[in-house]
């Protein structure tokens, strides 16, 4: 079948990736499949602050972005509060697009840009600081959790530790236990009336 006859024509020259040197690591990132004559992916903000590719409709050969799919989508992301690279936050923010609580405090308020100042190859301020801090926050978070870990000779050395108290308070009640059973029982002895002495002139045992 010719190319130009087929119902849905796959890009398949197109490049599926993107490779960059990012702290001296090799990063692969690809892209979702996408069908000629259209986009059904774009670069997002995520709420960790990382900036990806990420589908916009349900399959390659959809480009309607406003199907019952697409909408589902963009709810989950205008809780998560995921925004395009290509938008302004702020503006968003006063649109109703993502919530006021899912950008940072220092970005209440603030004036949106204009909407001919940015794209997504020329990202807007508000959407490159509200990325940064979003990877602080994280990185933070991250930080706070991993110092709650603990590796697996501090667990053993904290399980030892917690046998070696049960067996001390263990032989301490032992102890006190027979210690007190001797006491009473020397008590017992010492309190107990004396044999009574033979009348004169009687041997002992008759």
């Known amino acids: 079948m010719a190319r130009d006859a087929e119902p849905i024509v796959w890009a398949n020259e197109a490049v599926r990736e993107a490779v960059r040197?990012?702290?001296?690591?090799?990063?692969?990132?690809?892209?979702?499949?996408?069908?000629?004559?259209?986009r059904r992916w774009e670069r997002f903000v995520d709420g960790a602050g990382n900036i990806m590719h990420a589908p916009t409709t349900?399959?390659?050969?959809?480009?309607?972005?406003?199907?019952?799919?697409?909408?589902d989508i963009k709810r989950k992301q205008r809780a998560l509060g995921v925004f395009p690279l290509r938008s302004c936050p702020v503006a968003l923010v006063m649109a109703g697009e993502i919530?006021?609580?899912?950008?940072?405090?220092?970005?209440?308020?603030?004036?949106?840009?204009?909407?001919?100042?940015?794209?997504?190859?020329?990202p807007c301020p508000h959407a490159l600081k509200e990325?940064?801090?979003r990877r602080l926050a994280h990185a933070e978070e991250m930080r706070s959790r991993f110092a709650k870990l603990k590796s697996d000779e501090e667990r053993m050395?904290?399980?030892?530790?917690?046998?070696?108290?049960?067996?001390?308070?263990l032989v301490q009640g032992l102890t006190g236990a027979i210690t007190g059973v001797l006491r009473s029982a020397t008590e017992q002895?010492?309190?107990?009336?004396?044999?009574?002495?033979?009348?004169?002139?009687?041997?002992?045992?008759?």
């Open 21 to 38: 040197r990012e702290n001296g690591r090799r990063i692969v990132e690809k892209f979702p499949q996408s069908a000629e004559g259209g």
């Open 58 to 71: 349900n399959c390659g050969s959809i480009f309607d972005l406003d199907d019952p799919a697409a909408r």
């Open 99 to 122: 919530g006021q609580e899912t950008v940072d405090a220092s970005l209440h308020g603030a004036v949106p840009c204009a909407p001919d100042s940015y794209n997504e190859r020329r």
């Open 131 to 133: 990325a940064e801090l």
């Open 157 to 169: 050395e904290e399980m030892t530790q917690v046998a070696r108290d049960q067996t001390k308070e």
């Open 189 to 206: 002895g010492a309190t107990a009336p004396s044999p009574a002495a033979p009348p004169p002139g009687e041997k002992k045992g008759k």
